[in-house]
């Protein structure tokens, strides 16, 4: 038994080294949690940016509810845990040789690999839409340049004018977050464009608390926002990013002030790189430990997964990466491996002292995940205002809470 063992397990943790690629809420999670867990586990995290701004909270930017800075956050606090911070993109996986090469050209090898890569967009997936049309007309679906851009052009947008986003059929990153975006442009506008107005383009009919958008958005907005679902014939088809228009399904030509088009999405690409994506472009991975299933070793985390009915949420990212760095200690030390249980929340904030939240816990059960009987749930649909203005506040404590649990502040 001795001489069949992972020479890795019989030596011990102190001699492995994992590699993580992705330092968002999955990636960063991973990382600090090995550390805490086995401190003389060898822990690098890979990630192109110096400071991580995130999606969570983005919205608020667009608002003017939030400053750009405050939804960022640096490595210091990693890197004080003892995590070895790399600042470059991963560009490709080996799986034989078990190494990661960079984008410097450096070669790292790994015991363990953790894909936290989040989602890339599927360019021309909708014609017309590839990343040259993410300049004119944004998605904003990666925190960065592409939400600093959208921000101008609604500061920038004539009085009256018409705010076009286009939302994706399911699965796609934060599945309420087309919805709040809506909410909080309505709410920019009311200060600033009181007669402009929004119409939302959705290539589905049902979305994640559906109920309580539409009841706050028409309590706080009146009928600013305008939802077109898949019946409707609210499936986008063509777009045309210099003249900012987009064609349905039915052949409805709509044309925009300002135009945000939230394409469908995928894996980011290193996952294909190494080789554990499936046909749909995500992930599959197994349920008590988040390995992948199609290369031993290396685990997948967060956006880029296939893990429904866990959305795919931040909260479920930081979920997720505690349950893997557990798995993975115990398998390189010979532990008892974790029981895997899983929780969510997602908060959406509608207004100033407005919010609302779906929740849930999962478990693995039979080879997938499947949700807990009667636990979870969303906000209650007339609570009265203080319930809305708790909710508002809870979300502001998650978000300061996650950040601190993950980044150190």
């Not at 135009?259 to 690409?269: D, R």
């Not at 349950?323 to 974790?338: K, N, Q, W, Y």
Request: charged share 20%.
């Amino acid at each position: 038994m001795a001489l069949a063992a992972p020479s890795i397990v019989r030596a011990g943790a102190g001699s492995a080294r994992v590699v993580i690629v992705g330092g968002g809420f999955g990636g960063a999670t991973a990382a600090r949690y090995l550390k805490l867990r086995a401190p003389q586990l060898r822990v690098t995290l890979i990630e192109p940016a110096r400071r991580f701004y995130t999606c969570p909270f983005s919205n608020l930017y667009l608002a003017g509810l939030r400053s750009w800075e405050s939804i960022g956050h640096g490595y210091d606090g990693l890197r004080g845990a003892g995590v070895e911070l790399v600042h470059a993109q991963a560009e490709d996986v080996d799986t034989r040789l078990r190494t990661v090469r960079l984008s410097t050209g450096q070669t790292l090898g790994w015991d363990r690999l953790v894909l936290s890569p989040g989602v890339d967009m599927r360019w021309n997936a909708l014609e017309g839409y590839d990343e040259a049309a993410s300049l004119l007309a944004p998605h904003a679906w990666k925190a960065g340049p592409q939400t600093q851009l959208l921000r101008r052009q609604m500061e920038a947008m004539e009085q009256g004018g018409t705010f076009v986003m286009v939302i994706p059929e399911n699965p796609f990153r934060c599945p309420p977050g087309p919805y709040e975006r809506a909410a909080m442009l309505a709410h920019y506008f009311s200060r600033h464009n009181p007669r402009a107005k929004i119409l939302l383009l959705d290539a589905k009919d049902n979305f994640s608390k559906k109920g309580l958008f539409q009841q706050g958005w028409k309590a706080l907005y009146g009928d600013m926002i305008e939802w077109v679902g898949l019946t409707d014939d609210g499936q986008v088809t063509r777009v045309d990013a210099k003249a900012l228009e987009v064609q349905t399904a039915f052949g409805q030509v709509h044309k925009a002030s300002v135009l945000n088009v939230i394409p469908p999405q995928k894996a980011g690409f290193i996952a294909e790189r190494a080789g554990v994506v499936d046909a749909s472009g995500w992930v599959p991975v197994k349920a008590e430990s988040f390995e992948t299933q199609r290369v031993a070793g290396i685990y997948a985390l967060g956006d880029a997964t296939i893990a429904a009915p866990m959305p795919k949420s931040a909260f479920v990212a930081n979920t997720q990466a505690k349950l893997a760095a557990a798995a993975i200690v115990a398998e390189l030390t010979g532990r008892v491996p974790p029981v895997a249980s899983y929780a969510n929340t997602c908060y959406s904030l509608l207004a100033p002292g407005y919010g609302i939240s779906v929740a849930g816990v999962y478990r693995a059960e039979q080879g997938g995940i499947a949700e807990v009987p009667g636990s979870g749930g969303v906000s209650p649909a007339n609570a009265d205002a203080a319930f809305r203005a708790a909710e508002a506040a809870y979300g502001e404590s998650w978000y300061a809470a996650i950040c601190a649990d993950i980044w150190g502040r």
